[in-house]
């Protein structure tokens, strides 16, 4: 049997211990340096501790050369390039309860657990940020809706703040939180988002002046009295 390393190396690119990836070079076959190589065993290896069922789905060598795989490459285009990343899906794993514990985790599921809560970024729980989000994009919130940050508004925009109203709530909610989530992998990849509007009172419609409501009611009086 070929060793784990050989296995491996028909991936599309790396995961570095430390430091962001380089892009590959399309011209070419990427190859995982040795960095990228110990994690993914070390993941894999951890995996088949925590989850004592985890031959179900990795029963033979063929079934574990796919799996590590079809992993690496799908940390990569989820743009999980950090061991801290894959570390802290390993914690949510740990901490799993009942008989699914004893299962391995579906791919998609341990990729969503390597991103950090909106909290731990300093950012509004998705709960609060969808909230924010659906009052700010009210009509009667033009133009002073006030963000408590950047990302909810970036999040609202690429929902469209107007289908973020029309659509039904548990459908809104899932589209926002998508893109909620996409927002915060911007910031971890250090994107820097442009600043919400500010408020612009302006934009207001202007309610009319109560003392000058009376007067005009006073004038018309007047002059219905004039012409009795």
Request: with cysteine; proline share 7%.
């Amino acid at each position: 049997m070929k060793p784990t390393d050989e296995l491996l190396r028909g991936a599309v690119s790396t995961i570095r211990p430390q430091g962001p990836l380089a892009a590959p070079d399309a011209q070419k076959p990427a190859k995982l340096d040795d960095g990228t190589i110990e994690v993914v065993n070390d993941l894999f290896a951890d995996l088949q501790a925590i989850c004592s069922a985890w031959r179900r789905d990795w029963g033979d060598a063929a079934a574990m050369k796919t799996a590590k795989r079809n992993w690496t490459k799908a940390f990569m285009e989820a743009g999980i390039t950090r061991v801290e990343q894959i570390e802290r899906g390993k914690q949510v794993c740990r901490a799993r309860t009942g008989r699914a514990a004893a299962f391995l985790p579906a791919m998609g599921e341990f990729m969503e657990w390597c991103w950090p809560d909106p909290q731990e970024l300093g950012l509004p729980g998705v709960g609060l940020a969808f909230q924010e989000a659906v009052r700010n994009s009210h009509p009667a919130f033009i133009g002073s809706a006030v963000w408590s940050h950047k990302a909810i508004y970036h999040a609202a925009l690429a929902c469209g703040r107007d289908k973020l109203l029309r659509l039904p709530g548990d459908v809104s909610r899932e589209r926002f939180e998508k893109a909620y989530r996409d927002v915060q992998k911007q910031l971890l990849n250090g994107v820097v988002l442009a600043d919400a509007p500010p408020p612009d009172q302006k934009a207001l419609p202007k309610l009319a002046d109560p003392e000058k409501g009376r007067q005009a009611i006073c004038a018309l009086r007047a002059t219905l009295a004039g012409g009795a």
